[in-house]
């Protein structure tokens, strides 16, 4: 069983900045890709970020690319995801997943069925 759980999240000026952070503990010393997702009310579950274990290896929505950024921290059980330029559609809650396989696991990375693992979440709230 991993546990994840999430911190950064707030309210932010359109045009401005957010770190999340995303802390992972127990498990089994497996290596776990971690990802990023959020929700808005009243709409799915969506993909944002993904990283890989060592962090060779990163995924992005669309509709991300170019304003936010994940990466691994040097204890490898963290995640980061800085947000930049954040607009009013960014509002939501932001949840931290895990997933376990490695590299060999072939299932994708955007979809919420890729992860075994779920954080709380954490509110991200971008006034206009």
């Known amino acids: 069983q991993v546990e994840l759980v999430e911190s950064g999240g707030g309210l932010v000026r359109s045009g401005g900045s957010l770190r999340l952070s995303c802390a992972a503990s127990?498990?089994?010393?497996?290596?776990?890709?971690l990802g990023w997702f959020r929700q808005a009310p009243g709409k799915e579950r969506e993909f944002v970020a993904a990283?890989?274990?060592?962090?060779?290896?990163?995924y992005y929505a669309d509709s991300v690319k170019g304003r936010f950024t994940v990466s691994r921290g040097n204890a490898k059980n963290t995640a980061t995801l800085q947000m930049n330029s954040l607009e009013s559609e960014d509002t939501a809650v932001y949840f931290c997943?895990?997933?376990?396989?490695?590299?060999?696991?072939?299932?994708?990375?955007?979809?919420?069925?890729?992860?075994?693992?779920w954080g709380q979440g954490t509110q991200v709230t971008v006034s206009s």
């Open positions: 990283v890989t274990w060592l962090g060779g290896n990163t």
């Open positions: 997943a895990a997933r376990g396989g490695g590299l060999s696991r072939l299932d994708p990375w955007d979809v919420p069925g890729g992860y075994d693992f």
């Open positions: 127990g498990g089994s010393g497996a290596n776990y890709g």
